[in-house]
């Protein structure tokens, strides 16, 4: 009878500790929305500092690439000037969003969608892949019509576009916040809106904002979220991570990037211990651009020579966490490395997890806050004539 009295007060005590818990992280929620929401975009520190790129829809993918590679940017807003009429310019006052921005794309997965459909054609005309001379540009671009001269506009039915979602520099912190943590975007365009003209002046980068929200370090509500172990937290929709093997190749790597859309590197591992060697980032298919010979022995070139290269990426250094690292040190280690990513190993050096910049942010983003917004009215249309829609921040086949 005794015993059972323990028990229940213990059970009490234990409620009373949950109740203050979630009490705790409801405070801690309360605080940093009212902190954010009084904070404008503008007082970001390093959005000025990103290239800001526009791309045409009728361009061609050479066109586009080469200006990217020469601008040396990782992605562009897709402009279609050809889509806005004059009266809808004279009805601009009653628009949500200018139409005449209808997307972003990034540079690596254009670059990737160049490679998938390279190879694919060689396979169905049995064409030898070993070529000794040339670059991309040649190889892919130039000797193949149908990747160098399609046009940007039609990657729409390959998911490359992604849905735009632009902010205004007197926009809050926290309506940024949201739109990056409800919708699977990595970028948000600044724009000025001038006698109905707006303009793309900054961007918004996912790493941008996670610096920005490691500067509260220190007030208790920034704390009391960070300051927890990442493994016990709740991740909604977490990536989980894909490794390659040290002797497979950098086509396989690559092959992996582009069939997981969503998934910003593989972990490298050596295929006895499972030990983590290095990673490969989708970025990193810009040294198939730079570098002609990596391009062309891309099929025979093993993930371990080519994480163990000379480049100034410093691609054998792999971006790591523990597993019982808290969230603040692993927002630390990655704006330190300025990496998008941290995969979360065991004492063994094994691959147990992956964390991304978005599940961070997702992390600071009050879950009863609704950010869904309708993107630009040609994206939609566009869309639903290539047969796709986007639903939550996703783009998907009808």
């Avoid at 586009?64 to 807003?77: D, N």
């Avoid at 997890?353 to 009215?377: E, H, K, N, W, Y």
Wanted: hydrophobic share 40%.
């Amino acid at each position: 009878m005794q015993s059972r009295r323990i028990s229940e007060v213990l059970s009490l005590d234990e409620k009373k500790q949950n109740i203050s818990v979630e009490r705790k992280q409801h405070d801690s929620a309360s605080s940093l929305q009212q902190f954010l929401d009084r904070v404008p975009v503008s007082s970001i520190s390093g959005i000025t500092d990103s290239h800001v790129l526009e791309v045409k829809a009728e361009e061609s993918v050479r066109d586009a690439i080469h200006m990217m590679y020469e601008k040396e940017v990782l992605g562009a807003v897709v402009v279609d000037d050809d889509h806005v009429s004059q009266s809808e310019v004279e009805e601009a006052s009653t628009m949500t969003f200018s139409d005449r921005f209808i997307a972003f794309i990034d540079f690596p997965s254009m670059l990737l969608w160049c490679l998938r459909e390279y190879d694919t054609k060689m396979l169905e005309h049995c064409t030898q892949k070993h070529i000794k001379t040339g670059g991309f540009f040649s190889i892919i671009l130039d000797s193949i019509h149908e990747i160098g001269q399609t046009k940007v506009g039609e990657l729409a039915k390959s998911f490359l576009w992604k849905p735009y979602f632009p902010v205004h520099m007197d926009d809050s912190v926290m309506h940024a916040l949201l739109l990056l943590s409800k919708h699977r975007l990595h970028v948000l365009p600044v724009i000025h809106q001038h006698h109905f003209h707006p303009t793309l002046i900054a961007l918004v980068t996912q790493n941008v904002l996670v610096r920005f929200l490691l500067q509260s370090s220190g007030l208790e509500w920034f704390d009391n979220i960070a300051d927890n172990k990442f493994s016990d937290l709740r991740v909604e929709d977490q990536e989980p991570p894909i490794c390659v093997y040290g002797n497979q190749t950098v086509a396989d790597a690559f092959k992996l990037l582009w069939e997981n859309h969503n998934t910003c590197a593989v972990a490298v591992v050596h295929q006895q211990t499972k030990k983590i060697m290095g990673n490969v980032r989708k970025t990193d298919v810009y040294h198939l651009l730079k570098n002609d010979e990596i391009l062309r022995n891309r099929t025979v070139l093993t993930v371990e020579e080519f994480i163990h290269m000379e480049s100034e990426a410093r691609m054998e250094a792999a971006v790591t966490n523990r597993e019982n690292d808290t969230m603040k040190q692993i927002m630390e280690h990655m704006v330190e490395t300025n990496s998008s990513f941290s995969f979360l190993v065991n004492e063994k050096e094994q691959v147990t997890g992956l964390v991304t910049l978005r599940d961070i942010i997702m992390q600071f983003a009050p879950p009863c806050v609704d950010a869904s917004i309708g993107g630009g009215g040609f994206f939609e249309m566009a869309l639903e004539q290539s047969g796709c829609s986007i639903k939550n921040g996703t783009i998907v086949p009808n």
